[in-house]
């Protein structure tokens, strides 16, 4: 939902996180948006946390979510996505590829996106894997193998959500550790940023979805 390179994306919470070396720690801090990194004893590459309150309904920030077509427009470095599967409103699979710098190859991966709701606290949660072989794998593309995303999405009593999504992924391949501290860093608070204007967007202000209690 995700991916060290793919912590641009967007998309989970690896089981891996049971095994970390201590706790979260706040690397960033700005415009209300907090990232944290947490190492892990079975990966080289951080984990991340990102906190943050945003000014939309439940249903406008899962309807920017499920929005994969126009994904592209908030999540870092995101070339291109596309829906492979449409489950029901509130599950699909999709295709995403991620542009990085050169000489290191794009990186690409396949997210199962599900969607549900506590129907007591009306607390959201959207897990976001990826899976490896839903399609074949692309030439000079490195497919993302191992990814965990989950966003959960708590309303408030002024109209707002709180937002937690943390994410690990291993981008595969040999990739030089500037590149990975970049993604796992800098993309997080690039794409919340965006997301934030993403969600005020006229195709999101009034946005209601059947499966979901605002």
Not at 109 to 133: E, G, L, N, R
Not at 194 to 212: F, R, T
Request: glycine share 4%; proline share 6%; aromatic share 10%.
């Amino acid at each position: 939902m995700y991916k060290k390179l793919t912590l641009l994306f967007l998309l989970v919470v690896n089981v891996a996180f049971a095994q970390a070396d201590g706790g979260w720690t706040l690397h960033t801090n700005d415009d209300g948006i907090k990232v944290y990194t947490r190492t892990l004893v079975t990966s080289k590459v951080k984990a991340i946390k990102v906190e943050c309150v945003l000014d939309a309904s439940p249903s406008q920030l899962v309807a920017v979510l499920m929005d994969i077509k126009n994904s592209e427009d908030w999540v870092y470095h995101t070339a291109a996505n596309y829906i492979i599967k449409q489950v029901s409103p509130s599950e699909i699979y999709y295709y995403s590829l991620v542009k990085v710098p050169w000489p290191v190859n794009n990186r690409d991966f396949i997210a199962h996106i599900k969607v549900t709701q506590d129907a007591a606290t009306k607390i959201i949660t959207v897990d976001a894997p990826c899976i490896t072989d839903m399609i074949p794998q692309k030439p000079n593309i490195v497919r993302i193998q191992q990814s965990a995303g989950k966003w959960v999405i708590t309303p408030t009593n002024d109209g707002k959500v709180k937002v937690e999504y943390t994410l690990h992924a291993d981008p595969g391949g040999n990739v030089p550790s500037w590149l990975v501290n970049m993604f796992v860093t800098q993309g997080p608070m690039e794409s919340f940023k965006k997301l934030k204007l993403q969600l005020q967007k006229p195709a999101y202000k009034n946005a209601k979805l059947a499966y979901i209690a605002d």
